[in-house]
C-alpha cells in the first residue's frame, strides 16, 4: 500500500499479558516515530528511529516498554507484562528523508489497545 | 504549563461559519503542523509551515514566529470538516530529529 500500516488495529488484553503492536512504514522512508495517544489527549512521543537505530527512546514511560526496527523497514513496539494504564491509541508514522526537521510525518491509522 | 496550547478545546458551530482555533507554543521550533484526526484514530497532515502562511482549499494555516503563535481557519465550513484538529510543533533542539509535541486538540463540531 502507499500509506502507513499498522496491526492489528484493535487489541485487548489481559493485565500483565505482553503484547506486539506492528508498523509497517512508507517504503523508502528513513524515519520512524511512535507516539501513545490516551483518551481525549494529544499525542505523546515514544521512540524514533533512523534506519535500524533507535536515537530517541526518552519517550518510552517504563521498561516494560521495547521498540526494535532490525532491518530499518519494519517496527514492532513491544509492551510486556500490560498494565490498565497502558490503554491508549498508539500511531507509528514515517517521514521520508533526516537531514532536514522540516520533513512531513505521515501517520498509520493507530493501534487502539485496550487491557482490562 | 504545556509546551502547545490550543484554544478552544472544543468548538460547534453552524454550516457555512468561518472558524478559527488557535495554536500558542513556548519553545523554539523549527515547523510547525496542524493535524485532523477523525474518530477512528486516524491522523492526517493537513499543513506544515516554518513562516507565514498557507492555503490548500477551503483551510488557511498562518503562523507568527515572533509571537510563537499559529492559527487554523476553515471558510465555509462544512458537516464532514468535523474532527479533532491538532497542532503540533517540532523543537529545535540542535541536534537529532525529534518526534513532535502536540496539543491536545480541539473538537469540532459542524451542525447542518
Known amino acids: 500500500g502507499a500509506g502507513v500500516s499498522q496491526s492489528p488495529r484493535y487489541k485487548v488484553a489481559k493485565r500483565g499479558q505482553d503484547v506486539a503492536l506492528r508498523c509497517d512504514p512508507i517504503?523508502?522512508?528513513?524515519?520512524l516515530f511512535w507516539y501513545q495517544q490516551a483518551l481525549g489527549q494529544g499525542p505523546e512521543f515514544l521512540t524514533y528511529?533512523?534506519?535500524?537505530?533507535?536515537?530517541?527512546k526518552s519517550g518510552l514511560p517504563s521498561d516494560r516498554f521495547f521498540a526494535e526496527r532490525p532491518e530499518g523497514s519494519v517496527s514492532t513496539l513491544k509492551i510486556q507484562r500490560t498494565q490498565q494504564e497502558d490503554s491508549a491509541v498508539y500511531l507509528c508514522?514515517?517521514?521520508?528523508?533526516?537531514?532536514?526537521?522540516?520533513?512531513?510525518?505521515?501517520f498509520g491509522p493507530g493501534t487502539r489497545l485496550t487491557v482490562l | 504549563k504545556n509546551e502547545v496550547e490550543q484554544s478552544p478545546q472544543n468548538l460547534t458551530a453552524q454550516e457555512g461559519e468561518f472558524i478559527t482555533i488557535n495554536c500558542s507554543y513556548s519553545v523554539g521550533i523549527s515547523a510547525l503542523h496542524w493535524l485532523q484526526q477523525h474518530p477512528g484514530g486516524g491522523i492526517v497532515s493537513l499543513f506544515m509551515?516554518?513562516?507565514g502562511k498557507k492555503k490548500h482549499g477551503r483551510l488557511i494555516a498562518t503562523i507568527n514566529i515572533q509571537e510563537k503563535h499559529s492559527s487554523l481557519h476553515i471558510t465555509a465550513s462544512h458537516p464532514r470538516d468535523s474532527a479533532v484538529y491538532i497542532c503540533?510543533?517540532?523543537?529545535?533542539?540542535?541536534?537529532?530529529?525529534?518526534?513532535?509535541?502536540f496539543g491536545k486538540g480541539t473538537h469540532l463540531i459542524i451542525q447542518p
Open positions: 503540533a510543533v517540532r523543537k529545535y533542539s540542535g541536534g537529532g530529529a525529534d518526534g513532535l509535541t
Open positions: 509551515l516554518s513562516s
Open positions: 517504503s523508502g522512508h528513513v524515519s
Open positions: 528511529f533512523q534506519n535500524e537505530a533507535q536515537l530517541d
Open positions: 508514522a514515517s517521514s521520508l528523508a533526516i537531514a532536514s526537521r522540516r520533513n512531513e510525518q505521515f
